[in-house]
């Protein structure tokens, strides 16, 4: 049985990478995962969140687990104790594009140097509030800008862009409209 070479750009295993696509590609199931998060209520407009994954059969994938804290700016009378929800969001963007720069990049031999993200988005209290039904609760727009130091051409890092904002979960979570299902438990 021949094994693959072991090449690794911008830290990432590129055989191990085609291996896991192969895999998934073979068994739709191998890449099948809920994620999960718990939040809870801590005082004032502080909150903690749990995220931990299950596979499909709702059994722990991994013993990780990760906590966040929440809280709001002081203008609506937070502490600023950690990020709120809509700065959380721009984060997790920037994760995943970086995730998928590197792995993408990685996967069509480009070499990074530099790679970081500056993303902005604007939101009117007013909406949140409910001070004004005109105007949405959430963000009127977000700008993401990507900075990029490469050993590539600008034709083929245009190529890797365009690659990974056709892949991205959150590129496609926050540009597509999907099904949201809310239920009210009362304890």
């Known amino acids: 049985m ?15 990478l085609e291996g896991a696509m192969e895999a998934i590609d073979d068994d739709a199931a191998v890449g099948a995962f809920t994620f999960r998060a718990e939040t809870e209520w801590e005082d004032a407009l502080k909150a903690t ?8 059969a709702g059994e722990t994938v991994h013993t990780r687990e990760f906590t966040l804290q ?20 721009l984060g997790a963007l920037g994760s995943c ?30 909406g949140f ?4 039904e005109d105007v949405r609760p959430g963000y009127e727009s977000i700008t993401c800008t990507t900075h990029i130091e490469a050993d590539a051409s600008e034709e083929r890092l245009e190529e890797l862009r365009e690659r990974v904002e056709a892949t991205s979960p959150l590129m ?16």
Request: proline share 3%; glycine share 8%.
């Open 129 to 132: 509030l409910g001070l004004d």
């Open 70 to 89: 929440g809280d709001e700016p002081e203008e609506i009378l937070g502490e600023r104790t950690g990020p709120n929800a809509v700065e959380l969001l």
């Open 97 to 126: 594009l970086t995730v998928g720069y590197a792995a993408n990049a990685a996967a069509m031999g480009i070499e990074l140097d530099d790679l970081r993200f500056e993303m902005n988005g604007d939101v009117d209290l007013r």
């Open 49 to 56: 969140t749990i995220i931990d994954e299950f596979d499909q």
């Open 2 to 16: 021949a094994t693959r070479e072991e090449t690794t750009v911008n830290g990432v295993d590129v055989s191990a």
């Open 172 to 187: 496609d979570i926050v540009t597509n409209e999907i099904p949201l299902v809310t239920r009210l438990e009362i304890e």
